[in-house]
T-cell receptor, first 114, second 114 residues
């Protein structure tokens, strides 16, 4: 069965510093990995996805993610954090069977301090 | 601004009321979803419609009744809800059932059952 794990409930970073939000996955077959962000009182917004190809995937708002097959990780990164990046981040994997299910991680709350 | 529109934004209802949540998308997506989200938790899948046919019902109680009148609209009819049904209800759509197709979420309806 597919699963994702986000080991950190919360990440704190100072504005201007690089940020990393961690995600590890377990899939059978090819991984189809996604990151979503949720701001307060809003729905989830798609940030980026890895399907195949380059291990470094670039997405919205300056975010990128690095796919590492040997470590089964898909960490979200940004070179310079902004206070406005403070939000709840979800890593997700599609079920890989051509179905409709998306398996979400538990979520990581990111706080960026000015 | 999101391309998936949900109404109402907030809803307070008693346990004997009947109400409906509405969702609309004009991106030509052929799959539409209802999710339930409790505070600080990942979304939980409730229903999936594909090409206006119900594809997945995740053993949701019958007091929740989905309806897909056409390819752009998705409704969730509510009747005799319980206080534990209070949550953020999110509608989402995706281009198709392909594993590389991200979800596009609305901003949700905040439901309170009194």
């Amino acid at each position: 069965a597919q699963s994702v794990a986000q080991p950190e409930d919360q990440v704190n970073v100072a504005e201007g510093n690089p940020l990393t939000v961690k995600c590890t996955y377990s899939v059978s077959g090819n991984p189809y990995l996604f990151w979503y962000v949720q701001y307060p009182n809003r729905g989830l917004q798609f940030l980026l996805k890895y399907i195949t190809g380059d291990n470094l995937v670039k997405g919205s708002y300056g975010f990128e993610a690095e796919f590492n097959k040997s470590q089964t990780s898909f960490h979200l990164k940004k070179p310079s954090a902004l206070v406005s990046d403070s939000a709840l981040y979800f890593c997700a994997v599609r079920d890989g069977a051509g179905g409709f299910k998306t398996i979400f991680g538990a979520g990581t709350r990111l706080f960026v301090k000015a | 601004d999101t391309e998936v529109t949900q109404t109402p934004k907030h809803l307070v209802m008693g346990m004997t009321n009947k109400k409906s949540l509405k969702c609309e998308q004009h991106m030509g997506h052929r799959a539409m979803y209802w999710y339930k989200q409790k505070a600080k938790k990942p979304p939980e899948l409730m229903f999936v419609y594909s090409y206006e046919k119900l594809s997945i019902n995740e053993s949701v109680p019958s007091r929740f009744s989905p309806e897909c009148p056409n390819s752009s609209l998705l409704n969730l009819h509510l009747h005799a809800l319980q206080p534990e049904d209070s949550a953020l209800y999110l509608c989402a759509s995706s281009q198709d059932r392909a594993d590389n197709s991200p979800l596009h979420f609305g901003n949700g309806t905040r439901l309170t059952v009194t």
